[in-house]
């Protein structure tokens, strides 16, 4: 299984700033996927980042909210824009497997106040 | 559109003793993926177990194996020997398969599993 990194492992912001998150894999992956799991709450997907194409988002995430990089296959960013205490969350990459199984970072805590 | 259930929130079993988390799910697809994840107080998910739906043979890691019943869209997880450090939230997860690729996973609501020494 690959080995996943993320950055920061936690913050604290101040609402209406915004803040990224690094995640970088220690082999290269085609895929890569961003989570949001709010407190208490299961993992909903945010968008689908594949290298050298834009980020597929779900439905009720945005581009304009969250902006996504790939800029190659081991590592993607996810920005939180504009934030308020509703994006309080545990965000989460993960990349795909040789069987399609998906292999998760630690996740970032992220603190809105 | 998929869904998945846990109909169990919280789970308490003894050290040693065996438990099975529920999970169940709804889908028009024929061929798919199921997951168990897990994920400690650390955060950190992990992958218990998966199972192709185009598989009969139940899947099977160690003291993890599932009993997977298609036609009931039901996936159940059964720890034996259970260990402390099994104490976690065990996620139930399901992915569509789409030409091979991986898909998106759609998780059930989490099974807070405690194991008592």
């Known amino acids: 299984s690959a080995v996943i990194s993320q950055k920061p492992s936690r913050d604290i912001c101040q609402r209406g700033t915004s803040l990224t998150i690094q995640c970088q894999v220690d082999s290269q992956v085609t895929m890569m996927f961003w989570y949001r799991q709010q407190p208490g709450q299961s993992l909903t997907l945010i968008a689908t980042a594949n290298q050298g194409s834009e980020a597929t988002y779900e439905s009720g995430f945005v581009i304009d909210k969250f902006p996504i990089s790939r800029p190659n296959l081991t590592f993607s960013t996810l920005t939180v824009s504009n934030m308020s205490p509703e994006d309080s969350s545990i965000y989460l990459c993960?990349?795909?497997?040789?069987?399609?199984?998906?292999?998760f970072g630690p996740g970032t805590r992220l603190t809105v106040l | 559109a998929q869904t998945v259930t846990q109909s169990q929130p919280e789970m308490s079993v003894q050290e040693a003793e065996t438990v099975t988390l529920s999970c169940t799910y709804d889908?028009?697809?024929?061929?798919?993926?199921l997951f168990w994840y897990k994920q400690p107080p650390s955060r950190q998910m992990i992958l218990v177990i998966r199972?192709?739906?185009?598989?009969?043979q139940n899947a099977t890691e160690n003291r993890f194996s599932v009993n997977f019943q298609k036609a009931a869209k039901s996936f159940s997880l059964k720890i034996s020997d259970s260990q402390l450090g099994d104490t976690a939230m065990y996620f139930c997860a399901f992915m569509k398969h789409v030409g091979g690729a991986t898909n998106k996973l759609i998780f059930g609501t989490g099974t807070l599993l405690a194991v008592q020494p």
């Open positions: 199972q192709e739906a185009y598989k009969q």
């Open positions: 889908t028009s697809e024929n061929n798919y993926y």
């Open positions: 993960s990349v795909d497997g040789f069987t399609n199984e998906q292999f």
